[in-house]
């Protein structure tokens, strides 16, 4: 091949082999991209994971805590358990007072393999008594009371009442330092010990742990327990009951717990409510709270008050309270229309009939024919009024008990003229006039009382009656939230007629959204009666506070009490009791602040201190004080005083030079100088004279005439020849506090006490 040719087949080579070097790597930059193009991708979805998010920063290890962040922690397993367990003996270390996260691992056992330890295990107890027996040594009672469990479990799982598992419980107690974590842990293994539980500290395996007490289910400790089915049913945490909810008034502190008892009434299937409870057990105290509570929810409140115990709250929060008594100018007629219609019924044959039971706790018992007489007296009454069964008659002005009264009288039957008799009291006899005028109450407010306690104890129940029968006819005319409080109800259920009213408004008020709560200290008297068993059944809501010996029978028998709710309301203190909703019951603590207490207390020494402190701040509002010739001198003390003598500063006038406006130093320095300002050093009262030679140009008022103080340079001739304006002392004597009024002049100021009243019972001001 010619030289040429050689030259040219290498140059070719050549090249050809570059080539495939440079696609070579190609190549292989091609792959190392790939390749970090996916653990890119691998790093970034690593750092999006959820795991990665929640997982801390770092932990430490210690042989005795396991940190995490500023949190430490300590792990404990159970070692120890009793021989026997009941029913909520986990509770204390449910309850115990800090934050804890308790795990229990349930590791069901094959009966058969249980069977055969059994049968070895009990071989094996029995063979070492025998021997000891044999011996004559006395027998170990430990051994003793281990084959007898043996062989009682042993007898449960041959007939299948019970199954085997083994248990192990752990706990971690987490604290933010090293201190309080062993502090807490020594409280805790109190506790532990309390129930005959041996808790262990997990030391060196802090972290195992910690891992067996997350939700993770690996149980890395593994220290269990043998236990049967009943005793692994005692361990379930379901030890108190709990009524928190998201919305409600806060009615207590459940003891069992110390949770807050937070609830709505109105969540329930209906509101009522009803409170029993001895004299002084707390039972007013507590409707008040709630009621004073439920008004923040915009409920409506409306109180029926044998006692006058809710007056003073009234009128503390603004509320409207109505008298009805011989003295009071509110009334309210028993014949009023609610003037609702509703589909299907007679609204006149309704009030008709609430008269009918009105009457019969008026009059007393009725025979058939005096019913007969009364019920056409009634229809009658109403006609003559135009009042018929048609609705727009029945906007017409009701007719009064006068109305039927004569009605009576003018009927021919003789037992007409019987009733009217009867009826005289309360037409022209002693009751006159109490229950015999037209309506004048209207309210208007949030919260009314009605108040009965002026009222005899034989037309009370009558009053009560009637403003039940108002209040509903107002329930029905206007549908709201309200809540409706009858306080010592036991006088509703004395007559049959008014026990059947109330029960009957218990039954209709969720009808129409009200709450109906009943409150009484006559147990046996409300029980009694069907219709007051009737009330309670039909209540959702029950509180029952300290009862006494005689009533505690009763209510256990209502209430399906156990011996130990019996015990606590045997032995409650004031406020405390068993708080019944639906199906939960607690026992419960009322509380409250103490703004709330000084509104809803009832006990008389706290009432008298209240109402002795109330005449005092009155009195305060505009203290008296005399001179040494007994004068008198008032000083403003209210902020409204103050107020008042500053814009008579700013507008007054003296010798038509239109004057300063106070300082707010000046208008502070009112009250008298013991009230006022602090002791002057004596030091300080040496200087009074330059200070006050220096001060700025003040205003005074003497006799009705206010003047300006000016400085010596600035007075005038204008000034200086009022006749009002008496000279300043500049060198004045030294300072007392008190005014000589031998030596000074009358209307003389002396410039170094802090407040000089005015001759005319006003009060000056130095501004010094």
């Known amino acids: 091949m010619p030289k040429s040719a050689q030259e040219k087949a290498a140059a070719e080579a050549q090249a050809n082999g570059s080539k495939d070097q440079s696609q070579e790597e190609k190549d292989k930059i091609a792959a190392q991209n790939e390749e970090a193009r996916k653990k890119a991708e691998q790093f970034a979805q690593g750092l999006l994971t959820i795991r990665d998010l929640i997982s801390p920063s770092g932990m430490e290890h210690d042989f005795a805590y396991f940190r995490i962040g500023k949190t430490f922690y300590r792990t404990f397993f159970i070692a120890g358990y009793p021989r026997e367990v009941g029913a909520n003996w986990l509770s204390p270390l449910i309850n115990f007072p800090h934050a804890l996260d308790i795990t ?5 056992v094959d009966a058969r393999q249980v069977l055969n330890n059994l049968r070895r295990k009990i071989t094996e107890m029995e063979t070492e008594l025998n021997i000891e027996q044999q011996q004559g040594r006395i027998l170990d009672p430990g051994v003793q009371l281990a084959l007898q469990d043996a062989r009682a479990l042993q007898e449960e799982l041959v007939a299948e009442r019970e199954r085997f598992f083994q248990f192990g419980l752990y706990i971690t107690l987490p604290a933010d330092s090293v201190e309080e974590l062993d502090l807490i842990a020594k409280q805790l293994e109190s506790v532990l010990g309390s129930v005959l539980l ?6 060196l395996q802090m972290e195992d742990g910690f891992r067996s007490t997350l939700p993770y289910f690996q149980d890395t400790i593994q220290i269990y327990r043998n236990m049967d089915t009943t005793s692994i049913a005692t361990t379930f945490p379901f030890t108190s009951s709990s009524l928190t909810s998201e919305t409600g008034i806060l009615y207590g502190i459940n003891e069992h717990n110390a949770s807050l008892i937070i609830f709505d009434r109105f969540s329930l299937a209906n509101a009522n409510m009803v409170v029993f409870a001895k004299s002084g057990a707390g039972k007013s105290y507590f409707v008040k709270l709630e009621a004073l509570r439920s008004l923040m929810l915009g409920t409506e409140v409306i109180i029926i008050d044998p006692e006058n115990e809710y007056k003073m709250m009234a009128e503390a929060i603004g509320g409207e309270y109505v008298a009805l008594d011989f003295n009071s100018d509110s009334k309210i007629n028993p ?20 008269l009918h039971s009105l009457l019969k706790v008026m009059l007393g018992e009725m025979n058939a024919t005096e019913e007969a007489i009364i019920d056409r007296a009634l229809i009658e009454t109403y006609r003559l009024k ?4 048609d609705p727009e008659t029945q906007k017409l002005e009701p007719p009064l008990l006068e109305d039927l009264y004569k009605v009576l009288l003018g009927m021919e039957e003789s037992d007409a003229k019987v009733l009217a008799d009867r009826f005289q009291k ?22 009314t009382v009605f108040g009965i306690r002026d009222l005899e104890d034989s037309i009370r129940p009558v009053g009560m009656f009637m403003i039940l029968d108002y209040i509903w006819t107002r329930v029905r005319r206007d549908r709201r939230r309200r809540v409706l409080i009858v306080d010592e109800a036991w006088f509703m259920m004395k007559h049959p007629d008014s026990a059947n009213f109330l029960h009957s408004i218990a039954k209709r008020g969720r009808k129409y959204y009200l709450g109906l709560t009943t409150i009484t200290q006559d147990v046996e008297d409300f029980l009694t009666t069907d219709k007051g068993k009737a009330v309670v059944t039909n209540a959702s809501i029950q509180m029952l506070f300290k009862q006494s010996v005689t009533a505690i029978d009763r209510l256990t028998e209502v209430f399906f009490l156990s011996e130990g709710e019996r015990n606590l309301l045997l032995s409650a203190n004031v406020g405390e009791g068993l708080f019944f909703a639906g199906e939960s019951h607690v026992a ?10 000084e509104l809803v207390t009832t006990n008389p020494a706290e009432l008298a201190a209240i109402e002795r402190a109330k005449e005092q701040a009155e009195i305060g509002d505009e203290e008296v004080y005399a001179t040494d010739d007994n004068e008198e001198y008032q000083f403003a003390t209210s902020t409204d005083q103050i107020q008042e003598e500053e814009v008579q500063a700013e507008t007054a006038t003296a010798g038509g030079v239109e004057l300063q406006e106070d300082t707010e130093a000046e208008a502070q320095q009112v009250l008298p100088p013991e009230l006022s300002q602090p002791a002057v050093p004596q030091e300080q009262e040496q200087n009074t004279a330059q200070q006050f030679e220096n001060d700025a140009p003040q205003a005074y008022q003497i006799d009705d005439t206010t003047v300006e103080q000016a400085s010596p340079t600035e007075l005038t001739a204008d000034m200086l020849d009022q006749p009002a304006q008496a000279p300043v002392e500049q060198s004045p004597p030294e300072a007392t506090g ?17 407040n000089n009243p005015n001759i005319d019972g006003t009060t000056q001001n130095t501004g010094g």
């Open 104 to 108: 229990m691992y349930y590791y069901p």
């Open 198 to 203: 041996i808790p262990r500290a997990a030391t």
């Open 335 to 354: 014949f009023d229309l609610s003037q609702v219609y509703e589909e299907g019924e007679d609204e006149l044959g309704l009030k008709i009939l609430t």
């Open 386 to 389: 135009g009042i018929t069964q």
């Open 426 to 447: 309360y037409v022209v006899g002693s009751a006159r006039g109490l229950f015999d005028s037209q309506t004048n109450v209207d309210i208007h407010n949030t919260f």
């Open 588 to 597: 419960m603590q009322v509380i409250a602040s103490q703004e709330e207490h």
């Open 738 to 754: 008190q005014i000589d009024t031998e030596e000074q002049p009358e209307g003389t100021i002396d410039p170094n006490v802090p």
